[in-house]
């Protein structure tokens, strides 16, 4: 044992020196490893193939310049970035972020995850991730249009329906995709599957939308069922108010769970009577729409509004991290479990710091790691992509068929892989099961 945890210590230490200060990259991969290094020791055939060293260096990266008008004649210049980690079983595939903070660590970090999260969908798609640290909010229409024109300019170089499908993340999501695949087509003069979340009139796919968000919940559905529980009945605490967290709210709704919260980067809202479907429907609009405040919905159903704060003080069954990667601290893990949480699906990204991922593990509570719980987004865009080469569109009740069925999947791969006595360890079941099919194909295609 001692020898492992050498191995890790060491391990880690190589991988902090070749990527200094990339906090968020050494954290992901780091998760990853403490599984992986143990798996690894009696199986020589990775060991050999260094397939954990490889896959923690990216296939390639992309930086570039992103200059555009803004609505008052200023020249604004943007940096723009694709990871592209691993196309091992399928090409690079993974969603486009622009926010301000967007850095090459973050961006490395999702790439990374991407590959392991694209692998456990059972579908034929390597990892990537992409962005800008342009910040969408109080931008025009026609600025965002411009913005996405000129990064398009630069990306189209390195993407394709074979090479590389970039999608949605945050701050990108059905207008911005449409502005980038419409110029994509203008360059390439190719009417093709190169992205995926498009509307649905020029090559979308039903339920899209929904797919992390209502998997995130199909995910803690099947954790809880695992344990002979429901989700009926229960209360539930969900953080973000973007694309993941109104479809997990809407699912949760339908389940017959009691939403309290939602949040956005001002503060969270917290509604003790429920958040119903007509209410979502107001957030849905005032989001997408409006793009407003979640402080709005406060105003307007007369309930709390605590600025600058996270929901995870409030008491409650479930809790689904909605908005963005390291949401939740060690202290606020502490305090959901002390408040009486038994599961926790993660819609975002790497949102809880790693403190918190192992005291949730510790607690044996029914925990999905990002990677397995949110999955069911990059699946639908998979969906979407065989749509695309079909030329023809599945039913709703096809695809959410579908995504179901690729979310049981994804749950019972964790239980093989993460059985531990009577508990499963979801963060080992997800690492595992998604590291062999990518190191198998390492393997199979040779040292490159
Ligand atoms: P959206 O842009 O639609 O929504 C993001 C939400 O999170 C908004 O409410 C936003 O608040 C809030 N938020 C963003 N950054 C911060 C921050 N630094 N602090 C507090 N709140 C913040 O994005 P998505 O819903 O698409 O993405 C949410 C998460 O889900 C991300 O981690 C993303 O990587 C992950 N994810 C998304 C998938 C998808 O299909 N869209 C697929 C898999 C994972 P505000 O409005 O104030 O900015």
């Excluded at 090409?91 to 967007?102: A, C, E, L, Q, T």
């Excluded at 539930?236 to 009691?258: C, D, F, H, R, W």
């Excluded at 926790?344 to 005291?359: I, L, R, Y």
Aim: net charge negative; with cysteine; glycine share 10%.
């Amino acid at each position: 044992m001692a020898k492992v945890q050498e191995q890790i210590e060491s391990f880690s230490q190589g991988l902090i020196r070749r990527n200094p200060g990339e906090h968020e990259f050494h954290q992901a991969v780091n998760e990853v490893a403490e599984n992986i290094i143990p798996f690894l020791q009696d199986r020589p055939h990775y060991q050999e193939a260094q397939i954990l060293e490889r896959l923690t260096e990216p296939d390639r990266i992309v930086i570039f310049r992103v200059s555009w008008e803004d609505d008052e004649g200023n020249v604004r210049t943007n940096r723009g970035y694709r990871v592209q980690h691993s196309n091992c079983i399928g090409p690079y595939k993974g969603g486009i972020r622009f926010h301000p903070s967007v850095s090459l660590s973050i961006l490395k970090f999702l790439a990374f995850e991407q590959t392991f999260k694209n692998s456990l969908t059972g579908l034929p798609m390597g990892g990537a991730k992409g962005g800008s640290d342009f910040n969408p909010k109080g931008r025009s229409n026609r600025e965002i249009m411009r913005f996405c024109q000129a990064f398009m300019a630069q990306l189209w170089h390195h993407i394709g329906p074979y090479t590389d499908v970039p999608a949605g993340d945050i701050g990108v999501g059905e207008r911005e995709v449409g502005f980038m695949f419409g110029q994509y087509k203008r360059l390439t003069n190719q009417f093709v599957g190169a992205l995926t979340g498009k509307a649905l009139h020029f090559g979308g796919s039903l339920i899209r939308a929904e797919a992390t968000g209502y998997g995130t919940v199909y995910m803690l559905e099947d954790m809880l069922a695992h344990r002979g529980d429901k989700i009926a009945g229960k209360t539930a605490i969900v953080s973000g108010s973007g694309n993941v967290a109104q479809y997990a709210a809407e699912k949760l709704i339908q389940l017959g769970a009691k939403v309290l919260t939602l949040s956005d980067s001002s503060g969270f809202i917290y509604d003790p009577d429920g958040i119903t479907q007509e209410k979502l429907d107001y957030v849905k609009h005032l989001k997408g729409v409006e793009r407003g405040r979640i402080s709005e919905y406060a105003e307007k159903y007369s309930c709390e509004f605590h600025a600058d704060k996270r929901p995870w003080g409030v008491e409650a069954a479930l809790a689904l991290p909605c908005a963005t990667q390291n949401e939740i601290s060690a202290d606020d893990a502490r305090l959901l479990i002390e408040n009486g949480c038994i599961g926790v699906s993660e819609g975002a990204n790497m949102p809880t710091e790693k403190q918190g991922c192992d005291f949730f593990v510790e607690s044996k509570i029914a925990y999905a790691p990002s990677k397995a719980a949110n999955a069911g987004g990059v699946a639908v865009s998979g969906l979407e992509m065989t749509q695309n080469s079909m030329r023809l569109s599945w039913t709703r009740d096809e695809l959410d068929r579908r995504l179901r069925d690729i979310m049981r999947d994804i749950h019972q791969k964790c239980v093989q892989y993460g059985t531990e006595g009577d508990h499963v360890n979801y963060v080992k079941g997800a690492n595992i099961a998604g590291f062999i099919k990518v190191a198998d194909a390492m393997i199979s295609t040779g040292i490159l």
